[in-house]
């Protein structure tokens, strides 16, 4: 079994450019809410879209009244796949392929997001719901897991393994429905499976079709069930027999959807691939082979939803844009054509408004404008069906050779290619252009995209605002106008799936890329040295929660000025008043740890956690626990345990523990247990004698503050309980305990908390004192100020091992913040707390470049050199992958070339102005780095060979001291330049440079 993983990721969404309401990605989800006269559409863009329509003219010569947009919210981060509405059409729930099931109340007055009632493990592909008052709703997905879902949120009621023990491949619920008291699932496996909701057994399952099964209807009654598969078959099953009573196969491609809002399913739409819609009514006959069906409609794409009310018919298909067509009255009398008739042209639509008579015709009646259904849009609804009935007035030899079969003439002499009814749809709500393709540039500060329409713009992605539209082009024929010679380490991912460019963060790579100052645009550029680097990941969440900072800024302010108001408070009042008993000595301060300790939210017992690395302050003393002493440790014991494990700490383990994480830190700061003290109960002691209980408590207590001027490690011979030794294996076991009890949270919160103890424990060792701020976010020298638009939307996500795709912790955007704080400080993880408020990455080992120095033709000295002369040998040396050549050069010159300390040069020149770089026989730009110079000139693997030479501006001359005694070649210890910003170490040992990073 793969093992487990959990981490939280920041990602931020780019707002699109004059952006309107509509759908930026195909439709795939439609519903209709006929009492209010409201369409509701889903996408692939994860945002439900609420229309208003007015009814649909019946007359042919006028238009309907526009669709105007109501409403408009992002629900989902990934595709939405299927919409449903429930509670009397107050509520809509959607499933997505972000793997939640959401409820939206769009009439409600408080305008609040989606809220997710249930989660599956993979996408979720579809939902059905019972009857418009029922308090469920059920899920299917890819996990092969049927789900039902309360719809106030209160869980999961129900899930349902579809394929239990048989797991299969194909086991994903592509298609739900649910009517009477059962609920049938179907999909890749081509069976039909029918559950009774109320215990998740099932019922019985129906093997027929032989492809994917894309849509499932029950009627109200339970007893029929009716499946649409990619197989090009609609199949009609009896409940009651137990079988397949009708094949239906009208559709000549994969059928996609249904739609009925009859009790008997008496009249269905059905949809498929080739965009054919048709709509089929089966009452007033014996049999559903005898019923009508016609081809409604054809669009130009495949119809993935199709829905009908108020005399319409809405489509979906993969474009953003919704059509709405006239419905067809399949009450109609046929209209069949003349034998002297020429026969339409193939492919012209059947309808023709003009065959109706004129509106305000005299002796109009309401008979004679019924719109008549053609003959070439009738469709068979199986092999069995036969044509409608002709009127005998009009019945010719070739509509009656067969008393039987009066349909087999027609169909093959007369009838030809079907055509529909409706070529043209009524109305089209217009979508919206989306991204559908991107191409990161080499400069990782900048990427291409290229929307439905094909136009290619450029975006920034620290600024989060596109630069420059270079209108419909192809998108690599841009890159390569635009990309530049550079090559940075990837730090982001982007993402389109939802028609939106997508910047995802990851903590464990987020940070690897810098850029230098001088290469990026800065507002206020002159401030910056020539050689200082700026880390993209953290400059750009530095301003993304810019308000987050502020406002924890402030808050902490309040929070210091209450909390040094209390501890000044119990300073007077120990002063003041005596104690009034003398069981055990008070330390000034303590009373104002336990006083004090309620003004930081959340402080509970336990001793609290080791401190942010870096900070010169000792941790808090606790609350003591309920089951011990309710007097806290003296303040000097305390403060002497803590520096003789903070001081004895090796200074290496500040980078290996990974205190981002408290609890993983306070295992790591633990000290180790014997065998003895592994026994050692983490409360009191349990004995058999409750004397011998007090008498350890006691024993424990003044062995604490008697032992605090002694040496703090004792002789551990005896396990005796009132001997010196085990009273202090027992201390260290109650100090384990309470470390264990008090776990900081893996948030942001968490960082504030451990903040608010540190500001206890400084007041208790300096009363008085002033309380400076713990808060230390970067500077603008080390991240300039960034102005991100305040509708770039941010989510904070969790991906786990469990999951298909990360779940959303959090949805919000830059300008809504400074609004959502409480709910910031429980979803923002341990490391963005920590690097917004503590400017503290999680620690990362720097990615080097091996490489070889050589004299170009051994006109210059190596810059080797070994005791006693020259090492005329190759220098090996790794150095940061963003040291640029200048530095190498100047790496060069100092060792080929050094300063003459006793006649130091005026005027000297810099190396890069008299020495040159070559690789592959290629000039190297003194600004290039060394991750560019492997990537886009030495294009091969092995260490990079650099040679490097004079140019003649400067002569350069060999140390006279080098062939005498050899000391001023070179020594045979590593060289510190604090000059230099960058780490250069050569393999020899007598060549290495460190500047501290």
Known sequence: MARKFTHQRVSYVLPLPNASGGHRLGVNGLAVDSDNRILYSAGRDGVICSWDFSPSDTTPSSRTTPTTRRDQVQAHSHWINDIVLARNNSALVSGSSDTTVRVWRPLSQTKELPIAIGRHADYVKCLALPHQNSNWVASGGLDQKVFLWDLEGKGEILKIDTCGDEATEKGSVYALGTGGSVLASGGPESVVRVWDPRSGKLITKFVGHTDNIRDILINKDGDTIMTASSDQTIKVWSLTAGRCSHTLTMHNDSVWSLYSDHPQLSVFYSSDRSGLVAKTDTRDVSDIDQGTSIAALQEHEGVVKVVAACDSIWTATPKSSINRWKDVDTTAETEFPNITARRPSVGLPAESPSAAPAQGTVGNTDEPTKKKIPHNSILLLSNMSIFPKVDPERATIYSTVSGRKPSEMIVNEELGEVLPVYSLPEETIEGQLGVIKHFMLNDRKRTLTQDTAGEVLLWDLLKCV?????????????????????????????????????????????FDAEVYADE???????????????????WVLRWLFGDLIEEEIRRDAIHRERLSAKAAENQALQRTNAPTSIELPRTPGSQG??????????????????TTPGLNIGVATPGAPSYSSPLPPTEEEGLSTRLSHELGRPPSSNKSNDYFSSSHYIEAEKPPQTAAEEQTPTALPQS????????????????????MEFPKKLGRTSSEVKTPAPEEKQEESDKSSEKEEKAFESNLYGVIDRIRHEYEAFLLRNPGSALNSGITPSSTSETPALKIPADTDILIQEET???????????????????????????VPHWLGELLLKNQAPPKEVVKVAFILKPYNDLLPPVNKLDGGFDMSSSRLNAN?????????????????????????????QPEEYLELYCQNILVPVNMTLATIKTHIWRTGGDMILFYKANGKKAIRAPVAVQETGEAAGSSHPVEDNNLHDNMSSSHASNSISDGL
């Open 466 to 510: 596109p630069i420059q539209s270079f209108g419909k082009r192809h998108i690599d024929d841009v890159a390569s106008e635009v990309n530049t010679v550079e090559s940075i380490a990837h730090w982001c991912t982007l993402d389109i799936r939802t028609g939106r460019l997508s910047v995802i963060l990851e903590p464990n790579r987020c």
């Open 520 to 538: 990026i645009e800065l507002a206020n550029g002159e401030g910056y040295a020539s050689d200082q680097r700026i880390n993209l990941g953290k």
């Open 593 to 610: 740890v336990i006083d004090g300790s309620p003004m930081t939210p959340r402080v509970t017992n336990g001793l609290h956690g080791p």
């Open 688 to 707: 058999p004698s409750e004397p011998e209980k007090e008498e350890k408590k006691k024993g424990s207590l003044f062995g604490k503050k008697f032992r």
């Open 801 to 827: 091992g469990d999951t298909a795709v990360a779940a959303d912790l959090y949805r919000g955007s830059v300008g809504s913040i400074r609004e959502e704080i409480d709910k910031l400080e429980k979803t």
């Open 881 to 909: 992958r963003m040291l640029r050549a200048k530095k190498v050069l100047a790496y060069i010159a100092e060792r080929i070339d050094p300063a003459n300390p006793a006649n130091p040069d005026p005027n000297p020149m």
